[in-house]
């Protein structure tokens, strides 16, 4: 006979049940991706209605869950309800911000997280996907022609920038103390923005997309000191970004940065610069979706001095070593486009996850000790209590893959001096027109995943 639980336990229990806001029998038994899976694929394969039919209602919390929204609805081009669903996570963003001291709900999460799995904790949005939080947002007032709503975003997604970029400098000191530039000596990106060039380290902190767009609405605000900066930062990250450099250029010239021009005409050469009769196209494009976080699990026997054991699974998240989904490249008026990489968002992830990593093995090695605590106090000498915690054991340790699994992979720039006037992008076959007047710039943002492309633009002025 099953002995009873005390008093104790049950309490536990029932704390447990009612106070965790992420308690459901799919965070119990699954994981986020698991959980995500169809919508993710739907993403993945262009289905952009289809992914939004099935979001579902409460997976991750209010946080992760609307910023998943948001990103889909962007891209079936709903864009008042994506506006919503972004505002509504950035409202949660700041509730959890502005909780001084830990909740009640916090202390039982974390309970709750001890003794089942972490998919019990609140979320807690990686400083990555903050900022692209407020890049979506801004893309959003951009939308409703809304340019000084828009800067407002690249001023809070700067905000959130700055704080990754201290958080980590002194690794980031490091890696350039040991990073080897081909050809030109104290970095220009580094002089520049008084950033160290950590190659990948740097890319892997700080979004080369997002700091471009910042330039380019600072720039069509007539910011230009703020967009000059966030350019010389962008460099810093995408050194060899073709528009980053034509962008840094332009801004040096026209606020008579004599200096900085002058080292970058030594490293980069003389740039070509718009005649009065052309135009200017640019184009950014995102390509793909961000790899999901797999589960890792491995069971294992463990057993105390008496020789008495129970089963317990170890759970953790990883990424897999995929092949980025290759796209052809986008033609305007019949000349291909030449690509270059301003973000790499798989790189983001993964650095955020060997962050994450330590923690999460510690909690791990505590989970572990905290269920055979309770195995024991429960079970006693009760072989089929023993098994039915072995069997709760097995099915409850779940890795906590939840992550922003809608972002874009990868993230290209292009661009063009043109005849003004009518222009034509194709984009795998889909034909899209739009006008751009002499001496003026117009951006164009396009978002691909599998056959699909999201397509629209906006006229910047002249730069």
């Known amino acids: 006979m099953i002995r009873v639980i ?10 447990l049940l009612t106070a965790c806001a992420n308690m459901s029998a799919g965070n119990l038994f699954s994981h986020y991706s698991a959980q995500n899976y169809g919508v993710y694929q739907a993403v993945k394969t262009g289905q952009y209605e289809k992914a ?26 709903n864009y008042p309800k994506s506006h919503e669903s972004f505002s509504d996570s950035d409202r949660a963003v700041r509730t959890q911000q502005d909780r001084a001291t830990i909740s009640v709900t916090d202390s039982a999460a974390s309970f709750a997280s001890l003794a089942v799995n972490d998919n019990l904790n609140n979320y807690y949005p990686a400083d990555y996907e903050l900022g692209f939080l407020h890049l979506y ?22 905000q959130v920038q700055e704080k990754a970029k201290q958080d980590r400098q002194s690794e980031l000191e490091s890696a350039q103390n040991s990073l080897q530039v081909q050809g030109v000596s104290p970095n220009l990106g580094s002089v520049l923005s008084n950033y160290p060039d950590a190659g990948k380290t740097l890319q892997a902190v700080q979004n080369g997309y997002l700091l471009y767009l910042s330039g380019l609405l600072y720039e069509a605000s007539r910011e230009l000191n703020s967009a000059y900066v966030d350019y010389r930062r962008a460099l810093a990250v995408m050194p060899d970004n073709a528009e980053v450099i034509d962008a840094t250029f332009r801004l040096a010239k026209r606020l008579g940065m004599n200096e900085d021009l002058k080292q970058l005409e030594e490293t980069y050469g003389s740039q070509k610069t718009l005649s009065e009769e052309q135009a200017r196209v640019i184009v950014l494009q995102e390509q793909g979706v961000v790899e999901a976080l797999q589960s890792w699990k491995l069971t294992l026997p463990i057993y105390d001095s008496r020789g008495n054991g129970a089963l317990y699974s170890l759970a953790l998240p990883y990424y897999t070593n995929g092949v980025s989904e290759r796209f052809s490249a986008m ?44 195995r024991k106090e429960a079970a006693k000498e009760d072989d089929v209590a023993n098994l039915l915690f072995n069997v709760w054991n097995t099915l409850t340790e779940q890795p906590d893959t ?12 292009s ?48 730069l």
């Not at 699994?405 to 290209?412: A, D, F, I, K």
């Not at 034509?424 to 995943?449: H, P």
């Open 6 to 15: 005390k008093p104790t336990l049950v309490s536990a229990s029932i704390v």
């Open 52 to 77: 939004e039919n099935n979001l579902p209602e409460a997976i991750a919390g209010d946080v992760l869950d609307n910023l998943e929204k948001g990103r889909v609805q962007f891209l079936a081009e």
């Open 137 to 158: 947002l801004g893309l959003n007032y951009l939308q409703e022609n809304d340019l000084e709503g828009a800067t407002i975003e690249m001023r809070r997604a700067n």
């Open 331 to 374: 033609s305007l008026n019949g000349d291909k486009l030449q690509e270059s990489q301003i973000a790499d968002v798989n790189l983001m992830a993964q650095r955020d996850l060997s962050e994450r990593m330590p923690a999460m093995v510690i909690r791990q090695a505590l989970r572990v000790y905290a269920k055979d605590q309770l």
């Open 402 to 413: 939840r992550s922003w699994q809608t972002l874009p992979g990868e993230v290209y720039t």
């Open 415 to 462: 661009s063009e001096f043109v005849t003004a006037g009518k222009q034509k992008l194709d984009v795998d076959g889909q034909q899209y027109e739009f006008n751009v007047e002499a001496g003026r710039t117009a951006l164009v943002w396009v978002s691909r995943q599998g056959g699909t492309a999201t397509i629209w633009h906006k006229q910047l002025g002249r």
